[in-house]
């Protein structure tokens, strides 16, 4: 991803920007602290066992269209997902997420996985188009039926479902009315949200509304490498506006139906700092960490958007008076993704001046260069999640947060005693709760963490190829089997600490 789900200011910036950059949204801190001159990587107290707070939820994290497979069963619709995958050229390895995990007849097997682990949480994702296979009108009673049984498998083992209405798998017939950057999508998304709250509310308390919302604008409707595979600067910045939109109008409807549930968003966020101490430096990186980390945190938290670009484009983005009222919602929780952190600088003047995209967002975005890189290039930096978690606690008051994924991409497969021995994955995920553990103790009020993911799975645009999984998947077989991080992890689980 560091190529592609995380190249948007390559495209953004026009011909000429550097290549390999991380994600438009990745996250970003104005801080020095972890700045590129230290040569080598800050690490956390890992001397003594670190302990996490009572009732801290011990998770990992799926999404539909990654694991269920069954894409046209029991009356689900076609998906956006569905659409580009099938599409050739698209997926680089020419696989579709057709069978995946095969998880729509195996969730027993997932919530198996997860009680071996020992995990009280499970993040996983409602398909819109199995719900509403044409995105709008009555529920499919079979889709309902689906996760009402996961809920309740999840009850019987004490596991508490975190529901995400939205990762990525729009109704096809949605895109093909105007998807994202269209209005309306707003409020067939809200009736959606309806449908499902009133299925499952009675059991399910913990929501989340969108899964990385910068990420699909910006891939799906930018940079193309995702669906609907659009690459219009203006169809990203009305979708942008539409997802507040929708964010605040859907938080409002959820909570009116189950006034207690608990409702957030999971945005992908990464630490940004500034290449060099240079005043411009440090506002490239304040600019980085305001479309990766905030674009759609302050507009529900204070009504406005933050500064990112040179001015605000409110005619191209469509944004209409009264609107910054409707994006409103005092998100009960934020959610953050954080796989790596995001290193800034400004655009020259010849950069600024020859490409009009770089003339609004004058930043150039790097991945950092000095830890170790995941088989996906992403650089293991741990302490962008301690920076990102004390800032977000710092400024926007003491927020709840969840760290909805965290996670590393390995290759590591079984032996021939079929074990898969992955030790660095092992060594991810210590680094980044000692992290963690380190930013609670400063006062963050952090109340679980879900690694991605349960189980190998369908990683988007790059198909099988890259192995995210706490449980290896064979498939072939559709076989799950623990790997060494999987059994670490279920102990850290089982005694909340990390020894
Ligand atoms: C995140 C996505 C998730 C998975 C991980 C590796 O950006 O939310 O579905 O692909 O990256």
New binding site residues.
């Given amino acids: 991803?560091l190529q592609t789900?995380r190249s948007f200011f390559r495209t953004i910036l026009g011909a000429g920007a550097a290549a390999g950059l991380p994600g438009f949204f990745a996250a970003c801190s104005s801080s020095k602290a972890g700045t590129a001159t230290a040569k080598s990587v800050p690490q956390f107290d890992l001397s003594s066992p670190i302990t996490f707070p009572t009732g801290f939820f011990w998770s990992a994290?799926t999404?539909a269209y990654?694991i269920e497979g069954a894409w046209k069963e029991d009356g689900k619709g076609e998906s956006i997902w569905d659409r580009f995958a099938h599409t050739p050229g698209k997926i680089k390895t020419g696989e579709t997420g057709d069978v995946a995990c095969d998880s729509y007849h195996r969730w027993r097997d997932d919530i198996a996985l997860l009680r071996a682990m020992n995990l009280n949480s499970y993040r996983f994702s409602i398909s819109w188009p199995r719900i509403q296979p044409s995105g709008s009108g009555a529920a499919n009673a079979k889709g309902l039926d689906y996760y009402s049984r996961i809920v309740d498998g999840l009850l019987e083992a004490h596991i508490r479902p975190f529901v995400t209405l939205y990762?990525?798998d729009l109704p096809q017939a949605l895109e093909n009315a105007g998807g994202w950057p269209n209005r309306d999508t707003a409020a067939r998304y809200v009736d959606y949200v309806q449908i499902v709250v009133k299925a499952l509310g009675d059991r399910v308390s913990d929501w989340i509304l969108f899964?990385?919302p910068s990420?699909f604008a910006y891939q799906g409707y930018l940079e193309g490498s995702h669906a609907p595979g659009r690459t219009s600067l203006l169809d990203f910045l009305r979708a942008t506006h539409v997802i507040n939109l929708a964010q605040g109008e859907a938080f409002r409807a959820l909570k009116a139906i189950r006034p207690a549930s608990r409702v957030g968003t999971?945005f992908?966020m990464s630490a940004c700092e500034p290449a060099t101490d240079s005043e411009e430096d440090r506002l490239a990186a304040e600019r980085a960490h305001a479309i990766t980390n905030v674009w759609f945190v302050e507009p529900a938290l204070r009504g406005r958007y933050p500064e990112a670009f040179t001015f605000l484009p409110e005619t191209a983005m469509r944004i209409k008076s009264g609107d910054l009222e409707k994006t409103r919602a005092a998100l009960d929780f934020i959610g953050i993704?954080l796989?790596y952190r995001t290193i800034a600088s400004a655009a020259g003047s010849f950069e600024r001046a020859a490409h009009l995209q770089q003339w609004l967002f004058p930043v150039k975005m790097t991945g950092g260069q000095q830890g170790p890189k995941t088989d996906?290039g992403w650089e293991v930096w741990p302490k962008a999640l301690y920076d990102t978690v004390t800032r977000i606690t710092r400024d926007y008051h003491r927020p709840a947060i969840e760290i909805t994924?965290n996670?590393c991409?390995y290759a590591d497969g079984p032996d021939t005693t079929g074990v898969s021995h992955d030790a660095r994955r092992i060594d991810y995920h210590r680094a980044h709760l000692a992290a963690l553990s380190q930013a609670i103790a400063e006062g963050a009020d952090v109340r679980g963490y879900h690694a991605?993911?349960l189980m190998d799975n369908f990683?988007?645009a790059e198909g099988f190829s890259?192995r995210?999984g706490l449980a290896y998947t064979d498939f072939k077989t559709q076989q799950r089997t623990i790997k060494d991080s999987g059994r670490w992890y279920a102990k850290v689980a089982e005694e909340s600490r990390v020894g």
Avoid: C, D, L, T
């Fill in positions: 991803m789900r994290a999404a990654q990762h990525w899964n990385e990420v999971a992908n993704n796989y996906f994924e996670g991409s991605w993911s990683e988007w890259q995210f």
